[in-house]
């Protein structure tokens, strides 16, 4: 189905997508700015299974779109602000 979308590679395989749909709200596991550390973590992790936290980011901002106005901003900005800064 992925590439029937026009998905990128990785997210067509499905360790990939398995490993963003699990961690997709890994941003609520901390309060305020994420550590170097659980962003170095999470991006090993999404390393790992073939994608990146870009892509991770794509998938929570739709998230977070998703709720409508309720929702707070783009929750992975400061994710990976924290990655492009260690």
């Excluded at 990128?8 to 550590?35: F, N, Y």
Aim: charged share 30%.
């Amino acid at each position: 189905m992925g590439r029937r979308l026009g998905l990128p590679h990785p997210l067509v395989v499905p360790v990939a997508v398995a490993a963003i749909v699990e961690t997709h709200v890994a941003h609520l596991s901390v309060r305020g700015e994420p550590t170097p550390r659980a962003v170095r973590r999470l991006r090993d992790r999404l390393h790992a299974a073939g994608t990146s936290l870009d892509e991770w980011g794509i998938v929570v901002r739709c998230d977070g779109e998703a709720r409508g106005p309720a929702a707070r901003p783009d929750a992975s900005r400061s994710w990976r602000r924290v990655a492009r800064e260690s």
